[in-house]
């Protein structure tokens, strides 16, 4: 029935063609749209993992209650004393409690394929005229760019330029703007006990989030730990494993026998995994408004051509055509403008996904990616494919229901 | 041969009986006309002989088969194979180049390629030869009707059932498809029910059943 369909589609150009441009349009908005919003969710987890981290342990908080406490009284002495007001109030720990610990446990771990630790503290900066906070990270940096893509961000100087010892601060690009300060001046970071301490910014970073480059200093982990009088401590270590999908798993595992906060890197950032759920729902009910549009406008136009067809179905029939064969005759129809038009759509969504991802790089200067994933496009094919024939079957299956003589007796 | 045995077809509530009580036959290869004013019942009468309707009760047989009893493939299959039709409005698909349309019933099985030289022989023989390729919007209503006689010809059906084939040709081309559905019942013994409210056209065939409110008034043979 392929030869009769066709003829039929190509005898009504301008009706097939415009079913076409809607399915093709359809199509490369959910291929472009679905690109973009699963390239922007693999850049930002991608940003999450490479900065933070497989698995970050922390000091863990902790609500105080009377058994948290008791447990440093002699067991035995249980009954004599007695809590005039309940401790209460949450304990948030800023140290690991034993690093040293993790440190050899990590060393012999066979999932880890490297850890660095830091330590991090607010701390006040002047320039000039300029106050204000920041947070100070203290890293080895040998080690630290084993274990996350800082380096990849540092857009002058280089991270192991914080080896070199003494005062030496590399610095988010609008931290460092807003204090008006370039590569090879100073800042003062104002210490514990109020004097001001001289540093050499060494290198600036960009990692295109604000709140960290607005926001963070790093310098290396002896420097902070004076700064803050906390040599020795530190305050988070951060580990990169063999297989990232193993982070959740393992921080489970570490957590239990722990009494340091332990966490994969997508429980440390549920809230914005949560944001990824509400966007695939949003993906969806495009998808499915998209699919509905294109199934409603197919299903208008071969309702009507069903009913304009009445006379040529009945000479099919009157000629021994069975109503199978009318059937198939409209839903190929349906197929050919579901497939001619999914695949116009896919060329379409690669063009626009192309040129707004070179848009994206060359001019916004951005390092997000649109996915051109071949399951996105099959998706794409599959939806126009489907919701063509879908919608072709109502009218289509009304075709083959008419019989000649009926057809007959109203012409 | 067709067979009609006690045939009544009605219509509507309250009923009305188009077809009253018809009993006949119709050997093979005979050249029949049905005609009768209108409403008379003979397109009704085609209508079930041609196996597009079903009686209210009674029956018609084509060769012992009761298309009444056949399922929808068995139904289709005798229809391609066994039947020709040509309707008045001749009914050919626009789209289609009149070759196109005359291998319409062949395409069903996918025999179009086998049946284009006899095609092409029958456009010739209805003096079409050098139209094959033409729409039926690039004919006239005569050499439209010309190509709906060769569509029916082309599986060599054992029957042609014709409903006024000449009703919207003037009496040049109408005596033109008369004189093309003889040559075929001739050439092809092929048995031809033709319907007809024109008498003249009625008279040139071999037998003719004339219908009044649904009884047969006169059933003549040509002696």
């Known amino acids: ?411 | 041969m067709i067979k009609v045995n006690s045939l009544i077809k009605s219509f509507g509530h309250p009923e009305t009986r188009v077809l009253k009580n018809l009993s006949f036959e119709i050997p093979q290869g005979q050249f029949v006309s049905i005609w009768g004013r209108s409403g008379s019942g003979k397109t009704t009468l085609l209508y079930l002989l041609s196996t597009l309707d079903k009686p209210t009760s009674g029956s018609v047989t084509l060769n012992n088969n009761n298309p009444a009893l056949m399922n929808e493939k068995q139904l289709h299959d005798f229809r391609n194979l066994n039947i020709g039709f040509i309707f008045q409005f001749h009914y050919l698909l626009p789209e289609l180049s009149a070759l196109e349309n005359v291998l319409l019933p062949a395409r069903r099985n996918n025999l179009h390629k086998d049946y284009e030289p006899r095609a092409i022989e029958l456009l010739n023989e209805v003096g079409l030869g050098e139209k094959t390729s033409r729409l039926p919007s690039q004919l006239s209503g005569g050499e439209q009707q010309r190509v709906a006689i060769a569509r029916s010809l082309i599986m060599k059906p054992k029957f042609i059932f014709a409903d006024e084939p000449t009703g919207s040709l003037d009496t040049q081309n109408g005596q033109k498809v008369m004189e093309l559905l003889l040559k075929a019942h001739n050439e092809y013994k092929t048995t031809v029910v033709l319907v007809t409210h024109e008498k003249e056209y009625a008279q040139q065939a071999e037998r003719r059943i004339f219908l009044v409110d649904g009884i047969i008034e006169s059933d003549e043979t040509k002696g």
């Not at chain 1, 850049?43 to 008791?70: A, F």
């Not at chain 1, 914080?162 to 003062?188: C, H, K, T, Y």
């Not at chain 1, 067809?309 to 059937?327: F, M, P, T």
């Not at chain 1, 197929?335 to 060359?362: D, E, K």
């Open chain 1, 1 to 411: 029935m392929i030869f009769l369909a066709l003829r039929h589609l190509l005898s009504r150009k301008k009706q097939s063609l415009l079913i076409l441009i809607g399915i093709a349009l359809g199509t490369s908005i959910f291929i472009f749209l679905t690109g973009l919003q699963l390239g922007f969710r693999a850049y930002m987890i991608r940003q999450l993992i490479e900065n933070d981290g497989h698995v970050k342990i922390t000091g863990r908080d902790e609500t105080i209650s009377p058994k948290n406490i008791e447990n440093i009284f002699d067991p035995k002495q249980k009954n004599n004393y007695l809590w005039v007001t309940n401790p209460a109030g949450k304990r948030n720990e800023s140290r690991i409690a034993s690093p040293f610990d993790w440190f050899t446990f990590l060393s012999q771990n066979s999932d880890v394929s490297g850890f660095s630790e830091l330590y991090q503290t607010q701390v006040l900066i002047r320039r000039a005229g300029v106050k204000r906070t920041a947070q100070l990270v203290g890293i080895y940096p040998q080690r630290h760019r084993m274990v996350t893509q800082l380096e990849s961000f540092i857009t002058e100087g280089k991270l192991a330029d914080l080896s070199g010892g003494g005062p030496l601060v590399i610095g988010g690009a609008e931290l460092l703007d807003e204090l008006g300060v370039a590569v090879g001046e100073s800042i003062f970071i104002v210490g514990l006990s109020g004097e001001m301490l001289p540093h050499r910014v060494v290198g600036r970073f960009s990692m295109g989030a604000r709140g960290i480059d607005n926001n963070v200093l790093y310098t290396h982990i002896s420097q902070a730990s004076n700064i803050a009088g906390a040599q020795g401590q530190v305050s988070q270590i951060i580990v990169r494993l063999f297989d990232v999908d193993q982070a959740r798993p393992i921080a489970d595992q570490w957590s239990q026998w722990s009494v340091d906060k332990v966490e994969s890197w997508d429980q440390a950032n549920a809230q914005f995994l949560e944001v990824t759920v509400i966007q695939d729902l949003t993906r969806n009910f495009i998808t499915v408004g998209i699919v509905l549009v294109a199934s409603f406008g197919i299903y208008n136009v071969l309702s009507i051509i069903v009913n304009q067809k009445r006379r040529e179905i009945a000479i099919l029939r009157s000629l021994g055509y069975q109503s199978r064969q009318i059937l198939e005759l409209f839903l190929t129809q349906g197929l050919v403008l579901g497939f001619i038009g999914a695949v116009l759509g896919v060329v379409l969504g690669y063009l626009i996904s192309y040129f707004t991802m070179n848009y994206l790089h060359s001019i916004a200067k951005s390092q997000v990616q649109i996915e051109i994933d071949p399951m996105i496009y099959l998706q794409g094919i599959l939806m126009a494919v489907g919701s063509s024939l879908l919608a072709g079957y109502i009218p289509a299956r009304a075709a083959s229901q008419m019989t000649p003589i009926d057809i007959i007796r109203e012409e």
